[in-house]
């Protein structure tokens, strides 16, 4: 079942902040967070395992809340660089040893000057 | 440098063809998957694979297959069986575990 994103798009002005949820259905055991710039390969945020942990770098952060099987993406004070689609990726909890995500149809994040 | 690395960039073919995209990594991994974008959509897993001469269907496994005779390569064959095959195909290994997937540049394969 694939997870449903929330925005779809979202246009900011730089500097300003931004939020992007992932929710499944299912139980989690993880959550990826990628990013895509148009044309390229999707490029490595962050993961987050089952605990609830919060992780970030820099102004990017996330949160995972296994219970209600979501997840959020948070942006601080926007940069320019920032802009492309945002993808999560969601392994269940029953997957076992196979590391098979399944990714949501994404966010498009344009940031403005 | 490590990395992967896929070949060609852009791929035409005529249908009724069968076509083989490259995928190649040097980082050791021992996983490696198979991706299919189409515009405006995530990304839809084709096929995985956890060590050598062993792999598993993904979400949308038919019209595809594969192979995994050396740890760096895992090779993708879109068949005539596939229906829509025109879309972007993404590669990706990783390390066993809950660890980040590293993508290839992406081959974009236009059937027509």
């Known amino acids: 079942q694939q997870p449903v994103q929330s925005p779809q798009a979202v246009i900011l002005r730089e500097g300003e902040d931004a939020v992007i949820n992932c929710s499944s259905s299912k139980a989690l055991y993880s959550v990826h967070w990628y990013r895509q710039k148009h044309g390229e390969a999707p490029v490595f945020l962050m993961i987050l395992l089952k605990g609830g942990e919060q992780k970030g770098h820099e102004k990017i952060s996330a949160s995972f809340n296994e219970k209600k099987q979501q997840s959020s993406l948070y942006l601080t004070a926007s940069q320019l660089s920032y802009s492309g689609t945002y993808f999560c990726?969601?392994?269940?909890?029953?997957?076992?040893?196979?590391?098979?995500?399944?990714f949501g149809s994404g966010t498009q994040l344009t940031v403005l000057p | 440098d490590g990395g992967i690395t896929q070949s060609p960039k852009y791929l035409f073919r005529k249908e009724g063809q069968n076509v083989t995209l490259s995928c190649e990594q040097n980082?050791?991994?021992?996983?490696m998957y198979w991706y299919r974008q189409d515009p405006g959509q995530g990304l839809r897993l084709i096929y995985y694979s956890q060590i050598v001469n062993d792999f598993q269907k993904g979400d949308i496994a038919e019209g595809y297959s594969v192979s995994r005779e050396k740890k760096e390569s895992f090779p993708l064959t879109v068949t005539s069986a596939q229906k829509n095959p025109t879309a972007f195909y993404l590669c990706?290994?990783?390390?066993?575990?809950?660890?980040?997937?590293?993508f290839g540049p992406g081959t974009r394969l236009t059937v027509t």
């Open positions: 990726g969601t392994e269940g909890a029953s997957s076992g040893s196979a590391r098979q995500l399944t």
């Open positions: 980082l050791n991994h021992d996983a």
């Open positions: 990706a290994s990783s390390i066993a575990g809950p660890y980040e997937q590293y």
